[in-house]
Nanobody, 115 residues
Framework: VQLVESGGGLVQPGGSLTLSCAAS????????MSWYRQAPGKERELVAIIASGGSVTHYADSVKDRFTISRDNAKNTVYLQMTSLKAMDTAVYYC?????????WGQGTQVTVSS
């Protein structure tokens, strides 16, 4: 299993970014996928999760109405579209899949929101 995130960077408050997570080594279309983030000095937290078929999603309250998770099962890729970014969104963002009994993480991509 391999998860490779991309798309992070430096953005001004109010700006937008779209993260991508390219997956391989498993049947992508059969598993829910999620995005987590970890800010300096804080625990890793769930940002959003999307069901295997893409029709069901869930968001943390802190990102609801600003972030959108989506997936393309033909491309084995999950996305996180982030808008109206705030300084509090600064973190390393990770892609995750659970294939029982193991949990797999990507290497993370840094998002920094600063003027």
């Amino acid at each position: 299993v391999q998860l490779v995130e991309s798309g992070g960077g430096l953005v001004q408050p109010g700006g937008s970014l779209t993260l991508s997570c390219a997956a391989s080594g498993f049947t992508f279309s059969s598993y829910a996928m999620s995005w987590y983030r970890q800010a300096p000095g804080k625990e890793r937290e769930l940002v959003a999760i999307i069901a295997s078929g893409g029709s069901v999603t869930h968001y943390a309250d802190s990102v609801k109405d600003r972030f959108t998770i989506s997936r393309d099962n033909a491309k084995n890729t999950v996305y996180l579209q982030m808008t109206s970014l705030k300084a509090m969104d600064t973190a390393v963002y990770y892609c995750r899949v659970v294939i029982v009994p193991r949990t797999y993480w990507g290497q993370g991509t840094q998002v920094t929101v600063s003027s």
